[in-house]
């Protein structure tokens, strides 16, 4: 029996032309991405903001392991017990340690927030690519689906599919993505129709590249700003969507808890001078809030620069 040795396949001139266009964009968008980091590390405010996130992370997953508190049982001997040592903001109104409940509330809120910013930006980003890329009658169909969800209010809508589903984290998380991946998927879409005419593309395509390799490679990489933006937008969006939904009582069932959840329960009791029920609470979802904003407008600015240098 004789073995026939292969040769190693050579490659052909149309896909070696393919291969050093593409190596010629990663070298560009290096140097880019290094001039939008100069940007962005320029930006005290953002820089401020990005670490305040890093601190709430920490504060919240890496705190109740530090400062540990029961979150399970009620403790009727302390209840609405005023900030002290034993307990440095107090208690709620079934005995619970405050600080402790804010770090396991902070950590639903992210969870949900980060997740689901997540999935809206991915699904999003896809169906806006699809369908400025594809043109036609597709992207009339894709669109006007868009166009009829942002007509209902979005309040109204998350109304209706939390009293459609039984609350909980994973049931939420879709909730929000659901409501959040309209306004990247027309970003997007707005993104792909501009570059989908331009010469690079052209060129992949005359080179034998496919439709899904011009998205996947060409069309949504250099959406990536906008991308990257609006993902940072849509977690502080998230956040904010989670506690108004908390505050009207769709949140996650105990013994789980989020920052809304405790605005909910102590905003009865803001006359009666337990400001540590609502104070805690507010102040992390504002300034978290506020921090992720800070980040998404550094990252605006810097990938206006970097498109610049394109």
């Known amino acids: ?11 052909t001139p149309a896909s070696s032309a393919l291969a050093a266009v593409e190596g010629g964009e990663v070298q560009i968008a290096g140097s880019a991405w290094r001039q939008a980091s100069y940007v962005f590390l320029e930006n005290r405010l953002a820089v401020a903001g990005l670490a305040y996130v890093v601190l709430m992370v920490l504060f919240c997953f890496v705190g109740p392991f ?5 979150q399970i049982n009620t403790d009727i001997a302390n209840l609405t017990a005023v900030p002290s040592p034993a307990h440095l903001l107090g208690t709620d109104i079934v005995g619970k340690d405050v600080l402790g409940e804010l770090m396991v509330g902070g950590q639903t809120s992210l969870e949900i927030g980060l997740t689901a910013a997540l999935l809206a930006t991915t699904f999003g980003v896809l169906w806006g690519a699809i369908a400025g890329f594809a043109g036609g009658w597709l992207d009339q169909v894709m669109m006007r ?3 009829s969800l942002l007509a209902i209010p979005t309040l109204f809508l998350l109304l209706v599919l939390a009293a459609m589903f039984t609350p909980s984290l994973p049931m939420l998380i879709i909730i929000v993505a659901l409501v959040a991946w309209l306004v ?3 970003l997007i ?3 792909t129709l501009s570059l989908r005419t331009r010469e690079y593309v052209d060129a992949v395509r005359v080179m034998g590249g496919s439709n899904v390799r011009i ?3 060409h069309i ?6 906008t991308i990257m933006v609006n993902a940072t937008f849509q977690v502080a969006d998230a956040i904010l969507l989670i506690a108004t939904l908390s505050y009207l009582g769709l949140g996650v069932p105990p013994p789980s808890t989020n920052w809304g959840d405790m ?3 102590g905003v009865s009791y803001t006359y009666a001078g337990y400001w540590w029920l609502i104070f805690p609470a507010g102040i992390a979802i504002v300034t978290t809030v506020v921090a992720f904003n800070l980040i998404g407008d550094a990252m605006r600015d810097a990938f206006e620069v970097r498109l610049q240098k394109r």
Request: hydrophobic content about 40%.
């Open 1 to 11: 029996m004789s073995v026939r040795a292969t040769a190693p396949a050579e490659l």
């Open 66 to 70: 530090i400062y540990r508190t029961n």
């Open 145 to 147: 689906i868009v166009d």
């Open 184 to 186: 990247p998927a027309r």
């Open 189 to 191: 879409r707005g993104e």
């Open 215 to 217: 998205v996947l490679r």
């Open 220 to 225: 949504i990489p250099n959406t990536i700003g």
């Open 263 to 265: 605005l909910s329960d």
